[in-house]
């Protein structure tokens, strides 16, 4: 299996650090009780075995004992389809989340390599493998939603959305068909930014996460001042920044473009003239298996 690409892991990586920053302010000793981003937490329930892209567990019993209140998966190196499956089971098998959400990047076009035999190979084969500086020489930090080198597009970007839902009113569980009301929204990074109500509905989750820890609190008999202290704790309004999002997003897509140009092209290196880099492989298991040499 293939380790999820740069734009898979540049927003996640940026949503988790806002939250870390978030969660480290709760004014709970981590002994007592702990809330923590882990972003390759198994999670395997009746029906479903999973390591969601970001989660946030709450630990109980000095660590003994961890619970996931939040989960998110990224939609670029997975389908949209196989991410709601996902959410669907998380939220099935575990009724006591209190928030999940997606991140669905939509590429304008399906990425395919140029191949080995096109136009662009044969002028590629007789030159070196370009570094990234040389690589993204002609190139603006704007063109990361459509990066087009040596003839050839090795990134294409039509939208970047964030969905959240949360637990319902009076402690429902949450329920993903609702696309309307307080419990789920909605923002984009591409081709616009609108994080406005993806901060309102982070705060709602924050604001749930409270209420959990102050009743884990209160059922472990903690000090009166431990539980004066958690009640005075406000999450802040705005928990996103847009601008270290949209940084993310831009250094992922020309990191993608880059290892996708630089894999493809070592590969050719070492592939004969006339074949491509699949038909190669084949060849020389089938040689191997027979006892030939290439």
């Known amino acids: 299996m293939s380790s999820p690409s740069a734009a898979h892991e540049s927003v996640l990586g940026a949503i988790t650090r806002s939250l870390d920053r978030v969660l480290d302010t709760i004014p709970v000793p981590i002994n007592t009780l702990g809330c923590r981003t882990a972003p390759t937490e198994n ?15 709450i630990s109980t019993k000095g660590g003994m004992f961890e619970r996931p209140v939040w989960l998110m998966e990224c939609a670029f190196s997975q389908s949209d389809c196989d991410v709601m499956c996902k959410l669907d089971a998380y939220v099935r098998d575990i009724p006591d989340l209190l928030v999940v959400g997606k991140i669905l990047i939509t590429q304008a076009e399906r990425y395919a390599s140029p191949g080995s035999n096109g136009s662009v190979a044969q002028q590629l084969r007789s030159s ?9 020489h002609n190139h603006s930090v704007d063109d990361f939603h459509r990066v087009v080198v040596d003839r050839h597009t090795w990134f294409s970007l039509s939208s970047v959305e964030i969905h959240v839902w949360t637990r319902q009113a009076g402690g429902s569980p949450i329920e993903l068909d609702r696309l309307d009301g307080d419990e789920y929204a909605v923002g984009t990074l591409y081709p616009t930014v609108n994080l406005d109500d993806i901060n309102r509905i982070f705060l709602r989750g924050f604001e749930l996460i409270k209420e959990d820890v102050l009743w884990k609190l209160v059922t472990t008999n903690v000090d009166q001042s431990l539980l004066d202290r958690m009640e005075a704790w406000l999450p802040p309004p705005c928990a996103l920044d847009s601008t270290l999002l949209t940084n993310a997003l831009t250094l992922g897509a020309w990191a993608t473009a880059y290892k996708r140009y630089f894999s493809w092209r070592s590969e050719l290196k070492s592939t004969p003239y006339n074949t491509t880099p699949r038909e190669y492989s084949l060849r020389r298991k089938t040689a191997k298996r027979l006892g030939h040499r290439d």
Do not use: F, G, N, Y
Not at 47 to 53: E, Q, R
């Open 43 to 57: 999670i395997t329930t009746d029906s479903i075995k999973a390591i969601p892209d970001l989660s946030v567990m």
């Open 128 to 136: 070196d493998i370009m570094m990234r500086e040389e690589w993204l």
